[in-house]
């Protein structure tokens, strides 16, 4: 059985930096595509970050973290980090792990392409 599990949401100030992680099991693919979601209260759920995982890796951002937030795998844990900086108010959200796994998908930001998704772990920014 797949499962993604989140962790490493908090409450930070603006400017702030907090790394999220997304621990998978239950599956044995290395080349999987990985991406974390966002969801604000009212809004919809949007592409943060994606990542292709395996031996060589492309990753994806939103333009709106574009610069102050980075995806990074470690492949043999079936990790996946979203390390994020220079944290702002608006990036106060639900964050989700999404995946799916065994294939490249092409549309990164496409919440529909994603087959598992995990629980999600609260990022709150306020002074």
């Known amino acids: 059985q797949v499962q993604l599990v989140e962790s490493g949401g908090g409450s930070v100030q603006p400017g702030g930096s907090l790394r999220l992680s997304c621990a998978g099991s239950?599956?044995?693919?290395?080349?999987?595509?990985m991406a974390w979601f966002r969801q604000a209260p009212g809004k919809e759920r949007e592409g943060v970050a994606a990542?292709?995982?395996?031996?060589?890796?492309?990753?994806f951002y939103a333009d709106s973290v574009k610069g102050r937030f980075t995806i990074s795998q470690e492949n043999a844990k079936k990790e996946v980090y979203l390390h994020m900086n220079s944290l702002k108010p608006e990036d106060t959200a639900m964050y989700y792990c999404?995946?799916?796994?065994?294939?490249?998908?092409?549309?990164?930001?496409?919440?529909?392409?994603?087959?598992?998704w995990g629980q999600g772990t609260q990022v709150t920014v306020s002074a």
């Open positions: 999404a995946a799916t796994l065994g294939m490249y998908i092409g549309w990164w930001n496409d919440k529909s392409q994603y087959v598992y």
């Open positions: 239950g599956y044995t693919y290395s080349r999987n595509s």
């Open positions: 990542i292709h995982t395996g031996p060589t890796t492309t990753a």
